[in-house]
């Protein structure tokens, strides 16, 4: 007898649909999977058996041949058990037949994911909010999740969710004795109240910091801080995530999405509700910063999709590991060839970077002295790229903090002040993009800033002389001028004024490097 169930195989965010055929027959003793499956589906085998065994269900006698269809597809990951040990009971020569043709229809259009336990148990699996999304975007009505994966599953309306939890359960859900219960969705909004462990307030002194990291956290645009060891910078740079705006629906489920497939989400935390904030080592390599493996997956920056990726110790990435974020960082997303797929990933992030101004840390500090050679400073200086650098929006110099301000007893202006002026200046950015679906300046286009963004006769004229004194490439030219309507939006000005370009174009003066002779 063949029986046929729906499984889904995932490439990159999205996923397919898969046949799980079953023929089970006579012959000689063997249970063989095809269809192109990798390591992991092959221990299927192993798991089905001695689920079958422990739940008291016999396993058929003869030939259990099972196809993964289509086979052009690689089908990795443990998420087949179920559909595979579903497709072998419609096929078993004893429970098969009991199955009334109607059930047997109604179960081949439905999708069903899992990994089993060797006591039958249904452990959770990654990717199911995806798997569940491209489901029913293909007409797929009703899908059976582990219980674990059931609140995630759930964030997809419109769709029947039953949890599994044992292979009995769905023995006998199947053979009609005991109806499954589908998920009942809770009708309160998915929005929780947040909390940062690190505040604004915390971070005493350093008014002109805070302000640019302000204005970058109201347009998504990218920072540098560069300064002496113990200034703030990580400080700062943490506290970035309690100013930046309330994320919308729409962000959390595409950010859920990501960590969905790359198994990040707990049982107790089914929706991302919070901007993303990720902090990776310096040892870290180009795929897990971008993205990669055999079958793509996410990397960090993918991750802090709609958040923060902040990169300490920023010259002592290796250089691949740079030079590999220029693209993503203009374009927002991550292509990740292989031979199996080719799959694209967002990673509209805002990078904030670390960095001291020399090796020992003290090169421009009028408290320590530096004991850098002029050859090491400039070697260190030059690790960052002038391209990489054209993608930064402000470049930010974070002095020491002075006594008088360590001691000081007045209160700091708290995240939740800053957070208010954030969302006012992102609302307006949202209204004006509605039709373009943008949701910052820093996501525009030059061709949008060209057609959007009017400029008086005194502005362009102080944007003429900064261009032939810092010599801006057509790049840093439009993102001065991104900046500097993010500025406006803060003071909430549908003009940008010299004012705005002025203060623009202080955060693009860069340090000057050590030039070496000879």
């Not at 221990?43 to 089905?48: C, D, K």
Request: hydrophobic letters at 40%; proline letters at 6%; glycine letters at 6%.
């Amino acid at each position: 007898m063949i029986a046929r169930v729906l499984s889904t195989a995932l490439i990159g965010l999205e996923s397919e649909l898969v046949e799980v055929e079953c023929d089970a027959g006579f012959g000689q003793a063997l249970f063989i999977i095809v269809g192109l499956p990798d390591t992991s589906v092959q221990e299927s085998r192993e798991r089905v058996r001695a689920a079958f065994r422990n739940s008291d269900v016999p396993f058929p006698r003869g030939r259990v041949t099972v196809n993964l269809a289509p086979a052009d597809i690689k089908k990795e990951g443990p998420s087949y058990d179920i559909p595979i040990a579903l497709s072998i009971i419609l096929a078993h020569e004893d429970i098969g037949p009991t199955i009334a043709p109607g059930i047997r229809d109604e179960l081949s259009k439905s999708v069903f994911l899992g990994e089993l336990a060797l006591d039958g148990g249904v452990r959770p699996v990654r990717g199911v909010l995806s798997s569940v999304w491209s489901a029913k975007q293909r007409g797929v009505l009703e899908i059976f999740v582990p219980a674990a994966n059931a609140a995630e599953a759930a964030l997809v309306k419109d769709i029947i969710i039953y949890p599994v939890r044992h292979l009995k359960e769905l023995i006998s859900h199947v053979t009609q004795k005991v109806q499954l219960r589908p998920v009942v969705r809770e009708s309160s909004s998915v929005v929780q109240e947040s909390f940062y462990p690190t505040d604004m307030s915390h971070v005493q002194g350093q008014s002109h910091v805070k302000r640019a990291l302000e204005i970058a956290a109201a347009g998504g645009h990218n920072v540098i801080l560069s300064g002496s060891p113990g200034a703030g910078k990580t400080l700062l740079a943490r506290a970035i995530p309690s100013i930046l705006p309330t994320m919308s629906e729409e962000e959390m489920f595409d950010v859920t999405r990501l960590y969905s497939v790359a198994g990040l989400i707990t049982v107790d935390a089914p929706m991302i509700t919070q901007r993303p904030f990720r902090s990776p080592h310096h040892s870290s390599s180009v795929p897990s910063m971008v993205g990669g493996g055999s079958v793509p997956r996410p990397g960090e920056i993918s991750l802090a999709h709609r958040g923060v990726l902040f990169m300490d110790e920023f010259p002592e990435f290796p250089r691949s590991v740079l030079e590999s974020l220029r693209q993503p960082l203009e374009d927002g997303i991550v292509t990740v060839s292989r031979a199996v797929a080719s799959v694209t990933f967002p990673a509209r992030c805002m990078l904030v970077a670390a960095k001291n101004p020399c090796p020992c840390g003290h090169y421009g500090d009028s408290t320590a002295n530096c004991i850098c050679t002029a050859g090491l400073i400039s070697k260190y200086q030059k690790k960052i790229s002038g391209p990489l650098l054209d993608r930064i929006d402000l470049l930010v110099q974070v002095p020491k903090v002075s006594t008088h301000d360590l001691q000081s007893e007045t209160a700091s202006e708290t995240s939740h002040s800053v957070r208010m002026r954030v969302q006012i200046a992102r609302d307006r950015q949202k209204k004006r993009y509605r039709a373009s679906g943008l949701v910052s300046n820093a996501e525009m286009t030059s061709e949008m800033v060209r057609r959007d963004v009017v400029l008086l006769p005194e502005v362009k004229l102080l944007l003429e002389k900064a261009i032939q004194q810092f010599q801006l490439s057509a790049r840093s030219y439009y993102r001065v001028i991104k900046l500097a309507r993010t500025i406006a939006d803060l003071e909430q000005e549908n003009v940008i004024s010299v004012s705005h370009v002025a203060e623009s174009l202080q955060y693009r003066m860069i340090q000057p490097s050590i030039i070496v002779d000879g």
